[in-house]
């Protein structure tokens, strides 16, 4: 059974950093993203920043230049470092991956993985 758990959330100062983890176990398949994701109360999902295998990434416009997100060589170990912490950063962050699991005929069959989360909360 595949799980990704996630790991470093937690209570820290306005300007302040932490690091997200997420590590995959299980029969996953071939990664082909990962992706960080963040939820507040009331509000939709929304993606934080995600990395494709060969190395391409995304981010936010709300995080670019704060966050940097990163993997190990298998994309089973997710990173976000999130530097300069605001207060609008607190929500809970989910990781994510997608992996191809099969193929039918020539076209790969992918699924998507999800956290359970962790909570950030920036506050002084």
């Known amino acids: 059974q595949v799980q990704l758990v996630e790991s470093g959330g937690g209570l820290v100062q306005p300007g302040g950093s932490l690091r997200l983890s997420c590590a995959a176990s299980?029969?996953?398949?071939?990664?082909?993203?990962r992706r960080w994701y963040r939820q507040t109360p009331g509000k939709q999902r929304e993606l934080v920043a995600q990395?494709?295998?060969?190395?391409?990434?995304v981010y936010a416009d709300s995080v670019k230049g704060r966050f940097s997100i990163s993997t190990d060589n298998a994309m089973n170990t997710v990173y976000l470092q999130m530097n300069n912490l605001k207060p609008e950063d607190t929500a809970v962050y989910y990781c994510?991956?997608?992996?191809?699991?099969?193929?039918?005929?020539?076209?790969?069959?992918?699924?998507?993985?999800w956290g359970k989360g962790t909570l950030v909360t920036v506050s002084s």
């Open positions: 299980g029969s996953i398949g071939v990664i082909k993203s």
């Open positions: 994510a991956a997608t992996a191809i699991i099969g193929y039918n005929g020539l076209s790969p069959s992918d699924m998507n993985y």
């Open positions: 990395i494709a295998r060969g190395g391409s990434t």
